[in-house]
T-cell receptor, first 114, second 108 residues
Framework: DTGVSQNPRHKITKRGQNVTFRCDPI?????LYWYRQTLGQGPEFLTY????????KSRLLSDRFSAERPKGSFSTLEIQRTEQGDSAMYLC????????????FGSGTQLSVL | KNEVEQSPQNLTAQEGEFITINCSYS?????LHWLQQHPGGGIVSLFM???GKKKHGRLIATINIQEKHSSLHITASHPRDSAVYIC??????????FGQGTRLTINP
């Protein structure tokens, strides 16, 4: 197993375009998280899945953001009508699914909205 | 005021020095994570602790639940320890709240 994989590593897009990121967690990890990190700041929680169910969603996640994990394996995060303020590193993490376990992070997708 | 505060924000030291990074939080938590982030974004989980102390190699993490404070120590620091160290607390079921990070630079 190669760990948590995120694609693409970098995405440059024009304002108003839609973008989609993919996260492949460690296999058999039940929990999957999305975070957003801007330069010089710690990550901010966006949303969390337990298997295919999206159990929590941050107020940071506007209606333009949607996340799915259709079969409880990989997840996608879509941003519609991107804005310059969406420019950030989008991080995915997974964990096995019991209380207080370690998180395993992907390398992130760096989004730049021009 | 952020729920998780780290100090210092930046730390530069010479190789071999003993390093301490502090984390204070203002909310009830079920666990605390120390994470290491290298340039390029990759984050590695160093410790997850809910009480007491954990040690892994040259790294030691402690937590005082009553004082809502945790420290990360690095003994015999090395330039490869240079990274951003992030404290994150687990609120409720699964929501992690992150500190802003401490940028550590170890000079040879």
């Amino acid at each position: 197993d190669t760990g948590v994989s995120q694609n693409p590593r970098h995405k440059i897009t024009k304002r108003g375009q839609n973008v989609t990121f993919r996260c492949d967690p460690i296999s058999e990890h039940n929990r999957l998280y999305w975070y957003r990190q801007t330069l010089g700041q710690g990550p901010e929680f966006l949303t969390y899945f337990q298997n295919e169910a999206q159990l929590e969603k941050s107020r940071l996640l506007s209606d333009r953001f949607s996340a799915e994990r259709p079969k409880g394996s990989f997840s996608t995060l879509e941003i519609q009508r991107t804005e310059q303020g969406d420019s950030a590193m989008y991080l995915c993490a997974s964990s096995p699914g019991w209380t207080n376990e370690k998180l395993f992070f992907g390398s992130g997708t760096q989004l730049s909205v021009l | 005021k952020n729920e998780v505060e780290q100090s210092p924000q930046n730390l530069t030291a010479q190789e071999g020095e003993f390093i301490t990074i502090n984390c204070s939080y203002s909310v009830g938590i079920s666990a605390l994570h120390w994470l290491q982030q290298h340039p390029g974004g990759g984050i590695v989980s160093l410790f997850m602790l809910s009480s007491g102390k954990k040690k892994h190699g040259r790294l030691i993490a402690t937590i005082n639940i009553q004082e809502k404070h945790s420290s990360l120590h690095i003994t015999a620091s090395h330039p490869r320890d240079s990274a951003v160290y992030i404290c994150a607390v687990l609120k409720g079921a699964q929501k992690l709240v992150f500190g802003q990070g401490t940028r550590l630079t170890i000079n040879p």
